[in-house]
């Protein structure tokens, strides 16, 4: 897991490590700090978060192992499954 403002001290420096990263395969999965929710990195509730709240991981089993959950808005269909192994 890498926090947004862990990748440089301005925006321009964090937009050129995101997309060195993503190209690379470090980053697949956007997150939502205070929320420990998950989801892709198109996901429109993802890109309204503040940069302080967001997270970044290599993969779904990352952030599953870090505590995270699955949106709800992106990943349907995984939310459920998670919703329901609650029960």
């Known amino acids: 897991m890498i926090g947004h403002l ?10 050129a490590r995101f997309r060195e990263m993503f190209r690379k395969g ?9 929320g420990r929710i998950y989801g892709t990195l ?20 990352e952030a599953l192992a870090q505590g ?7 990943l349907p269909h995984k939310y459920k499954q998670w919703k329901h192994s609650l029960t």
């Open 6 to 15: 862990q990748m440089g001290s301005t925006n321009a420096e964090r937009s």
């Open 68 to 74: 995270y959950r699955p949106c709800g808005h992106c």
């Open 42 to 61: 198109r996901c429109a509730s993802g890109k309204r978060m503040l940069p302080v709240n967001r997270v970044f991981f290599a993969s779904e089993a």
């Open 26 to 34: 470090e980053i697949a999965f956007g997150g939502y700090r205070k």
